[in-house]
């Protein structure tokens, strides 16, 4: 047990070096510099070897004590910057996949309906054309011209923005309402209701693939979140060179995020496939063939007593 603790204490430090600690000690770097540099001089190596010059002789420094002093608070100040992107990385998530619908939600919503709205015009004007074309074509007893590429690309482009109308503040969070309402189609269940129970049964392999791909997302977040906070020191010290990166930052977050829930949704839909049934029988419903309709009550009435009971 003592081995199996010192292994888990290890691996927990070494956890939080990578993700919180080194990501800190570069915006610590990012700071001094920037505050030193300023806009004018933000690439001038000689003004930046000239400050490093001055600390590395400054004879407070050469102490011991002065040189742990130092150290302690560049630490300290890295491992308060990596606490605050992670507690930061936990609100990017709730902009990514927000529960509620705020006013500023319902804006986002009619933004995106009308974006929406463009490419499904585009794709029913391309399929009404192609099919007049073909109508055309029968009469005069020549071949129609083939627009079934155009057509799928079209369609693509309409389905890779959203399946339906939009009706969530973001794609990562009409992605995964898409999957609910597949669930929700095909057992008539609810995916949020149902998912713990799901979760409970599920094969430890598929509870830590998806584990993996909930910590890449949760990885996303963060990224995202250190963006920001060089944004906001590019804001304060006028560093350009930090607002670049934050930039870089942002971008790579958001497109690792988007990628994180691609990969989740089908993961949650296929579990639910596989495990449902099972689900329904650690309950105590039979369900000896296909999650059928009447399955799906019964379960449900098991999780609405359970609920009301507790």
């Known amino acids: 047990m003592n081995t199996f603790l010192q292994e888990l204490s290890k691996k927990a430090a070494e ?15 990012c700071v001094l510099v920037g505050r030193h540099q300023g806009f004018t001089h933000a690439l001038d190596p000689d003004r930046l070897r000239a400050y490093v010059t001055s600390v590395s002789t400054d004879r407070t420094y050469q102490e011991p004590a002065g040189l742990i002093m130092a150290a302690a608070v560049v630490l300290l100040g890295a491992a308060v910057a990596g606490l605050a992107a992670s507690s930061a990385g936990g609100l990017v998530e709730r902009l990514w996949l927000p529960a509620g619908t705020g006013r500023w939600a319902r804006s986002l919503v009619r933004w995106r309906l009308w974006r929406w709205d463009r490419r499904a015009r585009a794709y029913s004007t391309a399929e009404a054309e192609a099919r007049q074309e073909l109508a055309r074509s029968r009469l005069r007893g020549v071949a129609a011209p083939d627009r079934a590429g155009e ?3 079209l369609r693509s482009r309409r389905d890779a923005y959203s399946e339906r109308e939009p009706d969530q503040p973001t794609w990562m969070a009409q992605r995964m309402a898409g999957a609910a309402d597949r669930v929700a189609r095909r057992y008539r269940m609810d995916l949020a209701e149902i998912w713990p129970h799901i979760w409970s049964v599920a094969d430890g392999q598929v509870r ?5 791909v909930r910590d890449t997302l949760a ?15 590019a804001a304060l010290t006028h560093w350009w060179p930090a607002a670049v990166l934050g930039l870089l930052l942002l971008l790579t977050g958001h497109r690792r995020g988007r990628a994180a829930v691609d990969t989740l949704v089908p993961l949650v839909e296929s579990t639910v496939d596989l495990y449902l049934r099972e689900t329904a029988r650690r309950l105590g419903v039979a369900c000896p063939h296909a999650f059928s309709a009447a399955v799906a009550d019964r379960v ?10 507790t």
């Open 208 to 212: 830590d693939d998806i584990q993996g």
């Open 219 to 233: 990885g996303a977040c963060r990224t995202a979140a250190w963006g920001a906070g060089l944004l906001a020191v």
């Open 15 to 29: 956890r939080w070096a990578t993700v919180l600690l080194g990501p800190g000690l570069l915006f610590v770097a």
């Open 151 to 153: 057509l799928r690309r």
């Open 300 to 309: 449900i009435r098991v999780l609405r007593v359970g609920a009301s009971g």
